[in-house]
């Protein structure tokens, strides 16, 4: 299944304090998503 292509893999670690509001990690992680979309949609246009 390896087209050439490398895979790069990003580790999320989270905490949130028990005195803090919870951390919004499903919004972190759909930005996260949506930047590298973007990316690869820029590297395809060059």
């Known amino acids: 299944m390896n087209s050439g292509t490398p895979v790069n893999k990003i580790l999320i670690l989270a905490a949130s304090p028990l005195d803090r509001n919870r951390v919004r990690l499903d919004e972190e992680l759909r930005d ?15």
């Open 32 to 46: 996260i998503e949506e930047g590298l979309q973007r990316v690869q949609i820029t590297l395809f246009l060059l």
